[in-house]
C-alpha cells in the first residue's frame, strides 16, 4: 500500500519560512519523480515544484521561483519543500505527489501523478 504522509505545515508570519516533508511508503522511492501541488480555498490544485528521481532536475512554478526549493533525499524515501519569503498568497492545503517518470524534467501536470498524499495546511498572516 503506498503512502505519502506530509508534514511541517502551520501558520507563519508573512515573510516567514517554513519546510514541508513528505514521507513515501509502500513504492520504489527511487523509481518515482516527485511533486508538491497546493490548493487554495475555492480554488483548482496547482503545481508547485517537482524533483526528478536522482534529484538532479527540478521544476517550479513562476510564482514561487527563487522562494522555494525542492529536494529529496532518497536514502530516507522523503521530499522536501522549503518555502521562505511567504506571503499570504501561499497560502493553501500543500500536496505531495509521485509519478511514474523516467524523464530529466519533473512533470507539472497533475495528470501525470499516480499518488498522492492527504495534504498538510500552510497558513500566512499578514
Known amino acids: 500500500q503506498v503512502q505519502l504522509v506530509e508534514s511541517g505545515g502551520g501558520l507563519v508570519q508573512a515573510g516567514g519560512s517554513l519546510r514541508l516533508s513528505c514521507v513515501a511508503s509502500?513504492?520504489?522511492?527511487?523509481?518515482?519523480?516527485m511533486g508538491w501541488f497546493r490548493q487554495a480555498p475555492g480554488k483548482e490544485r496547482v503545481f508547485v515544484a517537482s524533483?526528478?528521481?536522482?534529484?538532479?532536475?527540478?521544476n517550479y512554478a513562476d510564482s514561487v521561483k527563487g522562494r522555494f526549493t525542492i529536494s529529496r533525499n532518497n536514502a530516507k524515501n522523503t521530499v522536501y519543500l522549503q518555502m521562505n519569503s511567504l506571503t499570504p498568497e501561499d497560502t493553501a492545503v500543500y500536496y505531495c505527489?509521485?509519478?511514474?517518470?523516467?524523464?530529466?524534467?519533473?512533470?507539472?501536470?497533475?495528470?501525470?501523478?499516480?499518488?498522492w498524499g492527504q495534504g498538510t495546511q500552510v497558513t500566512v498572516s499578514s
Open positions: 509502500g513504492l520504489g522511492f527511487t523509481l518515482y519523480a
Open positions: 505527489a509521485a509519478a511514474r517518470d523516467r524523464t530529466w524534467s519533473p512533470p507539472k501536470r497533475h495528470d501525470d501523478y499516480n499518488y
Open positions: 524533483i526528478n528521481r536522482s534529484g538532479g532536475g527540478t
